[in-house]
């Protein structure tokens, strides 16, 4: 059993504001473009009509729909005047973005950079991607993408050295690719495929389940499936999943999520009689997920409040029809990742009474807490994960922001440790206790990410797939500082450019950061960044607090009363920039996406002298409203509540739309959002850039790019993908005054 296949069902990291995983300056690793035509730009909402009479310097902006919206808040009166761009449907609000798409579309078209930025994205990204295999028997299912498929391909393979034949492609699905393949889940003897489905983006799933050997599409459609995986009782018959209830007409996208149910599905029949597993009326908040163990002996049920990095776990019987569902952790106390289970001894993951993680083993026929036995203890670097393959523990470690591993024995002793090329970021591992090779990946700045094949007894490592870039590795360099933050706290930064790259205070710099939800970010590849790279600039990535670079009490720095501690140790990664000469405040942008784009949007409110551009994409930036659409309430645990007096304080004190003030000469800013977006509802990108035009004082421009049937970044298709990065890396040139060193 595998933590880190577990934890695409455990969910706190699937809901959270993840978009971290597929931007900071783009993807390139995940999905791919179109065979028909390469080079073809999608469509983009059609811009109809202007609203314009907004002027600042040379930008005449559309004027949005505005109220008299005042609230209440613990007797603090706030203006909320953009209300009215909460609903998108709305007349006002649709006229309104037609205007602002019509405006930022007219800007892209004047930079003569734009069309060659696009090529040279497109030629790298046209190389072979690869995801890390997943094992059942002796088969193996990974997805592929030629180079510019729009959505990456499934395959299975029998063998390391087996011929790779075709299992789903969803290309297939839709004309223009927004419609991808979001979640698949092979039975434990390989016949069966359940898989999932989502549109333009959406965290809503539609599951679908196939014969492997012969392509055959079983009867079951499962709807109104949101943060889950399916995962298959051994006799085939079926699969456990979690569902929210219908959600009201017109409500699909914005309505809360509220009361999930964990349900079992029995194949070939329709969704209204599968079996209801567990539910929680009585706890609105609580989400569950259901992994049936390796030995399909138990259920193991997490139950997940929010992104709390706490749960509780549950299991049951797979033996008797008749068993009860038993509680064997009942208080969120602590983070319990389920790793495997031997007989009645299962293993966990845990940072109880070890902040940067631990494993312990709780033999379910004596659960007294008393009864727990620690099996590998804490470490001063942070456990991420850990799976059982071949009879050893394989635990992946992060020592600042950079990852190892080690293989343990089942008694906790240590084996060896696993050669890795260098600083980079792993990722896989996953098996059974029984099999004895695994698969893993490793990636870089300058490394697209080897799969590697690994023998665990052996301790050997052969690569499997090896993706072919058009570029040099070694013409790359990557170095990690330290700095110092306000309050003096040691943070790391990775700074990666050319080699010989001339530093002389001068050059372009793109600082990126995230900060948020205990998600750690380490080194990874990106042909976006390569692309910047290429043309001279330097690209920063800042390990701030509020991530899981250093274990929870890093996290903890960085949330609810704390969460200023985030933005001060960017605004000091960016000082430390300056400082040292890489680059100065006219020449430094800065991006971050998803919390990451709350991040960019309270810096460059606060500190908006000392930055050259802006990027802020699916940012959350109403800190008063973000729990009242769709997930937003389960960031509480992050930031806090406005229902909380004392943490309303924190959160007016930094909340992006409400500091923004006017007059104020605010940098050249590109807010980054789409209409398909609910994970962060668009109407926080919507009302902060109506704000933030309105307000400025300086001549800069301040836009808004609205991505027509996209979400908060899964799926989306890779000729859009490549066009976003394109606009983003445009805006940059031209913003930073940036002469390209092509």
């Known amino acids: 059993m ?12 699937v809901l959270v504001l993840a978009f971290v995983a597929v931007v900071g300056l783009g993807t390139g690793c995940q999905n791919a473009e179109g065979r028909d035509n390469p080079t073809a730009t999608p469509p983009r909402a059609s811009a109809t009509g202007s609203q314009g009479g907004l002027k600042r310097g040379a930008f005449t902006y ?15 009166k ?13 007349p006002a609000t649709r006229r309104w973005v037609n205007a602002e798409i019509k405006t930022t579309d007219a800007y892209f078209d004047g930079i003569p950079e734009r069309e060659a930025i696009k090529e040279r994205l497109t030629k790298l990204w046209n190389y072979e991607k690869f995801g890390v295999p997943v094992l059942r028997g002796d088969q193996y299912f990974y997805t592929r993408n030629d180079g510019l498929q729009n959505q990456s391909v499934l395959y299975l393979q029998r063998g390391v050295r087996g011929t790779p034949r075709m299992v789903l492609d969803p290309n297939t699905f839709s004309k223009d690719g927004t419609v991808a393949l979001s979640g698949w889940s092979p039975s434990h003897d390989a016949t069966l495929l359940a898989y999932a489905t989502s549109s333009s983006g959406s965290d809503w799933q539609e599951w679908f389940v196939k014969t492997i050997s012969t392509g055959m599409k079983h009867k079951d459609d499962l709807k109104w499936v949101k943060f889950s995986g399916a995962s298959w009782t051994h006799d085939n018959r079926g699969f456990f999943y979690s569902r929210y209830d219908e959600p009201k007409e017109g409500e699909e996208l914005k309505g809360v999520n509220y009361y999930q149910k964990l349900y079992y599905h029995r194949l070939d029949s329709p969704q209204s009689v599968d079996v209801l597993t567990y539910e929680r009326p009585d706890h609105k908040d609580w989400g569950f997920s259901g992994q049936v163990t390796d030995s399909g002996r138990y259920l193991i049920i997490n139950v997940w409040k929010g992104t709390e990095q706490k749960n509780l776990v549950f299991y049951k019987s797979l033996m008797r029809r008749e068993a009860e569902v038993t509680e064997l952790i009942s208080d969120f106390k602590a983070q319990f990742d389920f790793i495997d289970a031997y007989g009645p001894v299962f293993w966990f993951r845990t940072d109880l009474d070890a902040p940067r993680g631990r494993v312990i083993a709780i033999n379910i026929d004596k659960p007294d807490p008393a009864n727990w036995k620690e099996v590998i203890p804490e470490t001063k670097d942070t456990l991420l994960s850990v799976n059982v393959v071949s009879d050893r523990f394989i635990a992946s470690y992060l020592r600042d922001a950079s990852s190892y591993v080690k293989v343990y024995n089942l008694d906790g002793s240590f084996s060896h440790d696993v050669a890795l090329p260098g600083l980079g970021t792993v990722r896989g591992f996953d098996g059974e206790r029984k099999d004895y090779l695994t698969f893993y990946s490793f990636s870089g700045f300058n490394d697209p990410g080897t799969i590697y094949s690994y023998n665990v007894a052996a301790n050997e490592s052969k690569v499997f797939r090896r993706p072919k ?3 040099n590795p070694d013409d790359f360099v990557t170095k990690q500082v330290f700095y110092k933050s306000k309050d003096g706290t040691r943070v790391p930064m990775f700074i990666t450019h050319k080699k010989g790259l001339k530093i002389d205070g001068n050059t372009p710099t793109l600082l990126y950061g995230y900060g948020g939800f205990n998600i750690p970010i380490t080194p990874s590849f990106r042909v976006s960044r390569l692309v910047w790279m290429e043309m001279g600039g330097i690209y920063a990535v800042a390990n701030i607090r509020g991530g899981g670079e250093y274990g929870q009490a890093w996290h903890e720095a960085g949330m609810k009363l704390k969460k200023q501690n985030v933005f001060d140790d960017f605004i000091a990664a960016a000082e430390y920039l300056i400082d040292n000469h890489y680059t100065n405040s006219k020449k430094l942008a800065i991006m971050g996406a998803s919390n990451g784009g709350l991040l960019v949007g309270a810096c460059l409110t606060q500190r908006p002298d000392l930055f050259g551009a802006a990027v802020p994409a699916v940012g959350v930036m109403d800190m008063l409203r973000f729990t009242k659409f769709t997930i937003g309430w389960a960031w509480v645990s992050d930031y806090g509540s406005p229902d909380n007096p004392d943490e309303f304080k924190a959160l007016y004190a930094y909340s992006p739309l409400q500091n923004i003030k006017d007059g104020v000469h605010y940098p050249p800013t590109l807010v980054m959002t789409a209409d398909h977006d609910d994970r962060v509802w668009p109407g926080h990108s919507f009302k902060f850039a109506a704000r933030l035009q309105e307000a400025q004082g300086g001549t800069d421009p301040v836009l808004i790019r609205i991505q027509a049937k996209a979400g908060h970044g899964a799926g989306m298709p890779t000729a859009m993908r490549i066009q976003e990065q394109a606009d983003i890396l445009s805006f940059l040139v031209h913003e930073l005054h940036m002469k390209a060193d092509w």
């Open 78 to 90: 706030v203006a909320d005047p953009f209300r009215p761009l909460e609903d998108p449907d709305a």
């Open 2 to 13: 595998s933590v880190g296949r577990f934890k695409l069902l455990y969910i706190p990291a």
């Open 62 to 76: 559309p004027v949005a729909p505005r109220s008299d919206q005042v609230d209440d808040y613990h007797g603090v």
């Open 469 to 471: 870039v058009d570029m």
